[in-house]
């Protein structure tokens, strides 16, 4: 049976959303799947705005040029877009949204629909515990990947790990590793 | 062979690198798109040797990118959109004095209302300046046919400019697994350029000069045999290179599913490739659907759109549209298919980056199936990608 995983996060201009799909889709393809995309929304973004991000993963070749309107997975880099944007707009039937919260998942489920999972994990603690910064502001988009494989099982957290290594050499892929390995044991699903 | 993973416009500046062609010449400002700011990176970095010619404007790109390849050297640029109509003086001259040059343009439509997403009206507003002009559906392949373009646009029976085409934001900015092979497979698959005339100062010329009607027309005629010829030699130079790396996307059409398809869906670019998982689901109800995926706009494959059946019923997906006419690739199939019996459907889809997504497809299919197709139809405007048709 054929594997697709369509993923779609919401982040704010600059706070890496398309470079964690990128890495997200490569770490993919080092676990052992097929095919994978990553790509930004299509068109203008601005710093601070609320910006999307896709990826798509699949144990076959991907043929799919379209956009993604019915993701498996979304993930939320700033919590407080929920205020802004229908983050679950179009998530399937017992897909599952990925929050980056100080929030546990049984304090949050009840204003999203029952349909869907919602796990947590605090990614912007781990970025100012470990000093992940851009101009003084956290940037959680490497910690929130370490939380992927919590809830998907097509990624696995050791290609996490070692794409973060690849992409960010020496010390600072060391900081951002060990968020992400952190974010991986904070994870929490709800049932 | 290396495994990167990269978009569309990134792995088209690997490919001028690894083609190791000698001159970029490009306007950096919008439209252009980050193939160009990525080739300067790659450059100043030390890893890809060529002189990069930064212009005012795409015209003189174009006029900066002859000179060079007139000295025998060989040459790349990319553009997009407004620039490639600002081109266009510049695209004709280039293939008239018979300068194998390669450009990839992204496709971006034209405005305004300004608009930087993905259609094909810019391309197909070049269709008779000479050029030979492919569509790619994935990153991949514009890295393969970037590189085989260099050796059919060198042939010397051929000597002629290719334009290799992508679709905007769905490949430019959408990273995908690429392969890369080592460069001593690509120099043996691509070696140096062999001028067939140049511009050289210790043997001097002139070149351009006036030329009277008779040799005008005759020089014309070649032109359209070298165009004529380049079908057998896209096909051969793609099984080549499927013999050294693996890839294969298709001769001057990819084909999928369709010998013994009751209908087919003709596409270029990305939407021959959404096409496919059309196909899919369509012959899962066991509706006999394949894709003609059109790979050489230019020249035109008119001998493999011949081999379908008289009985096989077409559905054309156009992104571009010849105003006061039609689908500019629903024209050409109904010119390449003359005095045959096939029924032959077309579709305006995806103007201005309005998604087409395999929804939209399917219905398209199951209207000429069912007898509701018009002959010329358009998809249905408004939100969303599942927007049936009017």
């Keep these: 049976m054929a594997f697709l995983l369509e993923i779609r996060l919401h982040g704010r201009g600059g706070q890496g959303a398309v470079t964690a799909a990128n890495l997200l889709a490569v770490a993919a393809l080092r676990s052992g799947n097929k095919d994978a995309q990553a790509s930004p929304f299509f068109g203008a973004e601005r710093r601070g705005a609320p910006v999307k991000a896709f990826a798509r993963i699949s144990s076959e070749e991907i043929n799919l040029r379209s956009q993604i309107y019915n993701p498996d997975l979304v993930i939320v880099l700033d919590q407080h877009l929920l205020d802004l944007v229908d983050v679950t707009e179009g998530l399937k039937k017992g897909g599952t949204l990925l929050i980056n919260t100080k929030k546990r998942p049984a304090e949050i489920v009840s204003y999203f629909p029952n349909t869907i999972r919602v796990a947590t994990v605090d990614a912007t603690g781990l970025a100012l515990k470990y000093e992940i910064k851009v101009g003084g502001i956290p940037v959680v988009n490497t910690a929130i990947l370490g939380a992927i494989p919590k809830v998907t099982s097509a990624i696995k957290i050791e290609k996490i790990i070692e794409v973060i290594k690849g992409r960010f050499p020496g010390e600072s892929g060391d900081k951002n590793a060990k968020a992400a390995r952190d974010a991986f044991g904070m994870t929490e699903v709800s049932p | ?390």
């Design chain 2, 1 to 390: 062979m290396k495994l990167i993973m990269d978009t569309a416009n990134h792995i088209a500046g690997e490919a001028a690198k690894a083609a190791r062609a000698e001159v970029v010449a490009a306007y950096p400002i919008t439209p252009q798109t980050t193939v160009v700011e990525y080739i300067q990176k790659l450059i100043s970095n030390g890893e890809f040797d060529a002189d990069f010619i930064c212009v005012e404007s795409e015209h003189s790109a174009m006029a900066a990118t002859i000179g060079a390849s007139a000295t025998g050297v060989r040459t790349f640029t990319a553009t997009s959109s407004h620039g490639l109509l600002y081109m266009h003086e510049m695209l004709h001259w280039a293939a008239l004095a018979r300068l194998p040059i390669v450009m990839v343009n992204i496709n971006r439509t034209i405005g305004p209302g300004w608009n930087i997403w993905a259609d094909h009206q810019d391309s197909m507003a070049q269709r008779d300046t000479g050029w030979l002009q492919f569509h790619c559906g994935s990153n991949q392949e514009v890295f393969d046919t970037v590189i085989q373009s260099y050796k059919i646009a060198e042939a010397e029976e051929i000597q002629l400019p290719i334009m290799v085409n992508f679709d905007a934001f769905i490949l430019s900015h959408t990273s995908m697994p690429v392969s890369i092979p080592d460069q001593p497979v690509i120099d043996k698959f691509l070696p140096k350029r062999k001028p067939v005339w140049k511009l050289d100062s210790s043997d001097p010329l002139t070149h351009g000069n006036i030329i009277p009607p008779d040799p005008y027309l005759e020089i014309r005629k070649s032109m359209q045999e070298s165009q004529d010829k380049a079908r057998d030699l896209i096909r051969t130079t793609a099984e080549e290179w499927k013999k050294l790396t693996g890839f294969w996307h298709g001769g001057t059409v990819e084909e999928y599913r369709a010998e013994d398809a009751d209908l087919v869906v003709l596409a270029m670019g990305t939407l021959g490739s959404e096409a496919k998982v059309a196909v899919d689901r369509l012959r899962k109800e066991r509706i006999k659907a394949g894709v003609f995926r059109i790979r050489s706009f230019r020249p035109f494959p008119i001998d493999e759109i011949k081999k379908l059946s008289e009985e096989t019923k077409l559905v054309v997906v156009d992104k571009a549209l010849s105003f006061g006419g039609e689908g500019v690739l629903y024209s050409e199939v109904k010119s390449a298919l003359y005095g045959r019996k096939n029924e032959i459907f077309g579709w305006i889809a995806g103007l201005g980056g309005k998604d087409v997504s395999w929804q939209d497809l399917v219905q398209m299919v199951k209207a000429v199936k069912d007898g509701k197709a018009k002959p010329v139809n358009w998809q249905k405007g408004g939100k969303g990608a599942i927007t049936g048709f009017i």
